[in-house]
């Protein structure tokens, strides 16, 4: 539907300027060209920095009483560029405004115990979007008294997108039953350097969170419970607190004997503190990722990889009816021989390994299926967590 937005312009500018020509007053050779020339004139822009300047109106402004021969029409046609120039401002910023603005969503149940915080994020995501494009979570605060209602909840989170992500920053209504929830587009950005762990797949995260059952925050004397994470996996040795392991089975305490591992942290303050633990999810020890294993690690941890391969194998690249064999390209359907047919799906995709330590750079590439044809990405075999996905 957007895609239309600019030829509809163009057409509108198009009926314009015939419309002028239509009407002008004197024969001039050209002069639907002229007036075209007029317009792009009225609508050249010179950017500085972050200001749009009208340069070209100005200059028409400045030579505009030298015109002779129809004055009327050509002024006119500078003027439809001069509304050129204004809505390529005030549209992206009534795009910006509409896109930002805050919205309110209904939260599903108050209490932490009775609801999930995954059914949460999906009721929200699906307010915007029906499809979820590999969504990171940078910042994560629950704040809930001991039956486990909801007293304050922020969650900032960061979603894959093209030219740019877009950055959701959730937070709880004063009446706190509801979601308060900004969107931003912002550049996108390699967020593992330095040594510094990976963000979590925001789903992946809430439904750790979601194992939190009441027996286990069950401490005598506490009104209330802070949970705080910054959605990294990381290592993990820290034996001066009390640890404890989250998983289905329960909670169980980790021994100092069982440190250093690797897994999701959240820091669990009851009472300004008074009871202070760690909570650690998905625990894992720090053995690398073997070649064989790569793909399908990788399809598990992103949404992007998994949904790539999805597009680019078995049915959706090729077909077989009435004794025919079809491959499929970009839309397109071509027919082949039954042995091109064989060798185009067990020779594709073809995916090309380099191995640096601990860290996977992995390049699959089939010319069958939809665009993109290319997929990049950088797994951390330790992690056991993609941190980037590029097409091509």
């Known amino acids: ?25 004197e024969l001039e050779p050209y002069l639907l060209v002229k007036l075209i020339g007029y ?9 500085w920095n972050d200001w749009k300047l009208p340069l070209g109106f100005l200059i028409f402004l400045l030579f505009s009483r030298n015109i002779r021969v129809n004055a009327n029409v050509k002024k006119r046609a500078a003027y439809v560029g001069l509304l050129v120039y204004l ?17 309110e969503i ?25 499809l979820e494009h590999g969504v990171k979570i940078k910042h994560f605060k629950l704040m809930m008294n001991d039956e486990g209602d909801l007293q304050d909840l922020q969650m900032d989170m960061e979603e894959n997108g093209h030219p740019q992500n877009i950055h959701y920053r959730i937070r709880l209504s004063e009446n706190d039953k509801k979601l308060i929830v900004k969107r931003q587009k912002v550049e996108r950005v390699q967020y593992y350097q330095n040594g510094e762990p990976p963000y ?29 994470s910054d959605g990294q996996r990381m290592g993990f040795g820290i034996t001066d607190r009390v640890n404890y392991r989250i998983d289905t089975a329960g909670k169980h305490k980790l021994e100092k004997s069982e440190l250093p591992v690797n897994a999701i942290i959240v820091d669990i303050c009851g009472s ?32 992007e990889v998994r949904q790539w391969f999805k597009e680019h194998t078995g049915d959706t690249i090729s077909y077989e009816e009435n004794g025919e064999y079809v491959l499929l390209t970009d839309g397109k359907k071509k027919k082949v021989t039954e ?14 390994y380099q191995r640096n330590e601990n860290m996977w750079q992995v390049t699959v590439k089939n010319p069958y299926g939809e665009a993109p044809h290319v997929m990049r990405f950088t797994l951390d075999g330790q992690e056991r967590e993609v941190m980037e996905v590029l097409f091509e």
Not at 39 to 47: A, K, R, V
Not at 89 to 102: D, G
Not at 106 to 128: A, D, M
Not at 205 to 228: N, V
């Open 1 to 25: 539907m957007y895609q239309l937005i600019p030829l509809l312009g163009l057409l509108l500018i198009l009926v314009a300027l015939i419309t002028l020509f239509l009407k002008s007053e």
């Open 39 to 47: 317009t792009i004139l009225g609508g050249f822009t010179f950017e």
């Open 200 to 228: 979590m797949q925001a789903s992946f995260f809430l439904a750790q969170l979601d194992l939190i059952k009441k027996p286990m925050l069950d401490h005598k004397g506490i009104e209330s419970y802070t949970l705080r």
């Open 87 to 103: 809505l390529s401002i005030l549209i992206p910023f009534v795009q910006t405004t509409i896109f930002e603005w805050p919205r």
């Open 339 to 352: 042995e091109e047919y064989d060798r185009a799906l067990k020779e594709t995709p073809i995916i090309d």
């Open 272 to 303: 300004n503190c008074s009871v202070y633990e760690h909570f650690l999810f998905d625990v894992r020890s720090s053995d690398g990722v073997s070649e064989s294993a790569v793909l399908g690690v990788a399809s598990k941890d992103s949404p």
């Open 106 to 130: 209904e939260l599903q149940n108050t209490n932490f115990y009775n609801g999930s915080l995954v059914e949460e994020w999906e009721n929200v995501h699906n307010e915007f979007s029906d």
